[in-house]
């Protein structure tokens, strides 16, 4: 319904009014003349309650209908004939001229024109409005007696409807069809324009001429969709102003930056939401909104992404504030694919990059050799060191890559999970790409580098923050166990050798994965520091003992031992001691620590009956004290020199031998061999250790070079001078380095072995439960229990089930529509 006046009580007539007869014409010529005093602003002098009663006195005898009827024709000759022709004065040749698309006129000219025109329409209605309000008082009765009992509209509504046929819907001109409606629409679409031009408009003006087309129906139904706001005007600025973005869309993308585009585009979404509140009306809002979003945003998505200055311009150059831009703007039309898909490339992009800078550093040439240093064994031992950094820093380069995501996920993708997802898994693409097959060992080797001297002198928080990085980068790793395996390896170095800053952030560690990777991953690994602990205790156990023994032999040899069990500890890691056929060699020790060596083995045999041990010599290491010449001092006297000397349990056996020599004596190589029994490989790592590095040649060697030959010669160096009074000799290539080809292959053919019996006891655990299963269902359900700790190729699962009927695990079901197995008990 119109909306207007309010509900007011009618007043009851006086008595004696009720003649027998009343003069409808006469009583009609006196209501008519009064309601044009007051459509000419001139009723200052008229009795409203004599208008009132004459009208009464009309409906009461039954007239209600003719009086009805002769107020609308009043009403649309008032219109016809005075206010249309008040409305055609304002057509001016500038308004005229805009709307027919004709041009040749200002902005400022087509504005004050247009301002003109709504003034005067708004005034038109504003004074029908007025003139109508009091008309319907004077004709309370006739709306509450003869309407309602005839089913008929108010007059006040009646009016309103005469004023939009009447009116809005005549035409401008005897030669065109558009409507005084249809002029108004566009008036109103072009002072719009000029405010999107920055243009100042008088919003009030306009907000006054769109209540009235809210108030005003298309038809008679008063249907809410059927406003004359609906249907005429909305319509057109919707398509306007799609066409509007359109263009200017295909301007700002070929003349601006993706940053540019995007904070205009959030500009104009701002513009168009307050225009809906302070020019047009707010139901508008959602609807234009998304005309602004479908024009500017949804159909220019795949091209803002891939501009110069798009998504990878900003990732690049870290702009965050235009990244959260145009997140903001794919959230409005709920298509992120695009932005997430420019991300996940990226991502893989620069990830492949800092794979093929870490294959291309490790590759290199290794730098020149230093004087001294010849052979082919330098050389190879500098390219291990230069791929064990280019492994470091490869693992530091996706940490800032990391970094670098996570902040753009947290400051500019507001935390969107959905985003959080694409960057976990564009990271494990790159991370395990096929072409990249060294992701676990380097990790572990960060680790390992962290854990011998990465952490030492930091807090609390920072090691726990170099911890949850790395676990970081385990989660991206497909395969867990081959990392196990390294991690193992590493760990058993740093253990062993006592290369870690801290037991504590080592168990920590631990814990980490346990709770990242589950109970079986770290089962091992904390079996390793189990091991650890019992030979502390033995070796306290077996001191107190030999105290025990009598009186302490100031000559007595003071032994640590370190008990491993085999199954725990992946001792090829340290060197295997074995010969070149793969038989584990055993080493001659010197009498006195064979003595002491069967002494901890009839000691370690009364506690654990039924136990082997078996000694590792290329894992242990010893304190000697060495004592040279004597030489002259500064004052005439003369001084002995006496170093300790910490060396591996190999070097320790050579040296003694030269216990035994006169000053100018010597040994060969193949001498030192045969009374040792050390593997070559061993052998020939210590001798370079003791005669060729520049720092700790206890042992002189004819010829000098870096490699040693079974001929060379080797001499005790009486002439040695160290700075330290303690010193400590490494073993050539002792460290943790990046495997070598070989110790690669070998490594990945010991963990496909293991995968091997992994897989083989995932399908049998499948099978015990589900008792017969199609071949399909089974390989599905083994990769599914086996994605937490590698993703097993279908053709070994083929082949490991093949295994399984050939030992009468599984049979073939041979009746089956499909390549079923069943279980044997």
């Known amino acids: 319904m119109i909306a207007g006046r309010g509900r007011q009580r009618i007043r009851p007539p006086r008595r004696g009014l009720h003649g027998d007869d009343i003069d409808f014409e006469n009583t009609w010529g006196t209501i008519a003349s009064a309601f044009r005093e007051i459509h000419t602003k001139n009723a200052s002098r008229l009795s409203y309650e004599e208008l009132y009663r004459h009208a009464y006195r009309i409906v009461l005898k039954k007239k209600g209908d003719e009086l009805y009827k002769r107020v609308k024709e009043f009403e649309h000759e008032w219109l016809s004939n005075e206010v249309r022709s008040s409305i055609q004065a304002l057509f001016s040749p500038n308004l005229l001229a805009n709307s027919q698309g004709l041009g040749g006129t200002t902005t400022n000219e087509r504005r004050v024109a247009g301002e003109r025109f709504l003034r005067g329409l708004k005034q038109a209605w504003g004074d029908h409005q007025v003139c109508m309000s009091m008309l319907a008082d004077v004709l309370m009765y006739m709306d509450r007696v003869y309407c309602q009992d005839h089913r008929r509209v108010s007059i006040y509504t ?31 679409l072009d002072q719009i324009q000029m405010e999107r031009d920055g243009d100042v408009i008088d919003k009030h003006l306009i907000k006054s001429c769109v209540y009235m087309l809210e108030g005003l129906h298309v038809d008679e139904m008063d249907a809410e969709n059927q406003r004359l706001y609906n249907v005429s005007f909305e319509h057109d600025y919707l398509e306007t102003s799609r066409e509007f973005y359109r263009q200017e869309s295909e301007l700002l993308l ?5 940053g540019a585009y995007c904070k205009h585009v959030r500009k104009r979404i701002h513009e168009e939401e307050e225009r809906c509140r302070s020019t047009l009306l707010e139901s508008t809002a959602p609807r234009i909104q998304k005309v602004v979003e479908d024009e500017l945003i949804k159909n220019r998505i795949h091209e803002l992404v891939e501009m110069e200055s798009g998504v990878q311009f900003m990732i690049d150059n870290d702009r965050l504030d235009e990244l959260n831009l145009i997140f903001d703007l794919y959230s409005r ?31 290199a040439p290794p730098p020149a050799a230093e004087s001294g240093e010849k052979g082919k064994g330098a050389v190879q031992e500098r390219s291990l060191n230069q791929q064990t950094a280019a492994a470091i820093k490869w693992v530091e380069d996706v940490l800032q890559l990391k970094d670098k995501f996570d902040t753009i996920w947290r400051v500019s993708f507001m935390e969107d999970q959905p985003l959080q997802t694409a960057l976990t898994r564009s990271f494990a693409d790159f991370i395990n790409s096929p072409t990249f097959p060294r992701s676990s060992e380097y990790i572990s080797l960060f680790i390992d580098e962290n854990m011998k001297k990465g952490i030492k002198g930091k807090t609390e928080a920072e090691v726990d923050q170099v911890l949850d990085k790395a676990i970081v980068l385990l989660r991206y790793i497909q395969d867990k166990d081959l990392f196990e395996r390294y991690y193992k390896k590493h760990l058993c170095r740093r253990l062993l050798m006592n290369k ?4 504590d952030v080592e168990k920590h560690m631990i814990s980490k994965m346990k709770i990242e990777l589950g109970n079986n991953f770290t089962l091992k690994l904390e079996a390793m520091f189990k091991d650890m602990t019992i030979s502390e205790e033995l070796t306290a156990g077996f001191r107190r003992h030999v105290e025990g023994l009598g009186d302490k032999d100031p000559k007595r040899i003071e032994l640590a ?3 491993l069990t085999s199954m725990t500890w992946p001792l090829e890691s340290m060197g295997s001691g074995d010969d070149e056929e793969g038989r584990r060699t055993r080493c001659n020790f010197p009498t006195a620590i064979e003595r002491i060596k069967r002494g901890f083995e009839k000691y370690y045999n009364e506690k654990h009956s039924g136990r082997q041990l078996t000694w590792l010599p290329n894992m242990g290491s010893a304190d000697i004290k060495a004592t040279f010449p004597k030489v002259p001092q500064k ?21 003694l031998l030269f216990n035994e020599l006169l000053a100018d004596q010597f040994l060969t190589f193949e001498e030192i061999q045969a009374q040792t029994n050390i593997p070559d490989s061993d052998l020939v790592r210590n001798l370079q250790s003791l005669a060729v590095a520049p ?34 000799v490494g073993v050539v290539s002792s460290g943790n380095k990046v495997e070598s080809d070989r110790e690669r292959r070998e490594t990945e053919k010991k963990n496909d072995d293991s995968r091997g019996f992994c897989i083989e006891a995932a399908v049998v655990r499948i ?30 699962i083929k082949k490991r089930i093949e295994s399984l009927i050939e030992r009468e695990y599984l049979e073939r079901i041979e009746e089956a529509e499909v390549d079923s197995y069943r279980y044997l008990a």
Do not use: C
């Open 561 to 563: 031992i370190n008990v």
């Open 767 to 796: 099978m015990k439960q589900r008792k017969e299963l199609s071949h399909q269902q089974l390989v599905m359900e083994t990769l599914s229990q086996l994605v937490g700790q590698f993703k097993p190729e279908v053709h070994m």
């Open 695 to 728: 720092k700790t040649r206890i042992l002189i060697k004819e010829p000098m070079s870096k490699e040693v030959k079974p001929t060379d010669k080797f001499y005790f160096n009486e002439g040695f001078q160290g700075k330290f009074v303690r010193i400590k």
């Open 254 to 258: 070929r003349d601006s930056d993706a």
């Open 635 to 655: 004052d005439g006297s003369t001084k002995e020199r006496r170093h300790d000397l910490n060396v591996s349990t190999y070097g320790m056996i050579i040296l």
């Open 333 to 363: 039309v709920d298509d992120k694919w695009e932005l997430t898909r420019a991300i996940q490339k990226r991502i893989v992009d620069m990830g492949t990059d800092v794979n093929s800078a870490a294959i291309a550093a490790s590759q």
């Open 158 to 188: 009646a009016a309103m409807v005469l004023f939009r046929d009447d009116i809005l819907n005549s035409p401008t001109s005897d030669i065109e069809d558009r409507t005084v409606l249809g002029l108004l629409t566009q008036v109103i």
């Open 500 to 503: 870690s800053v801290s037991s």
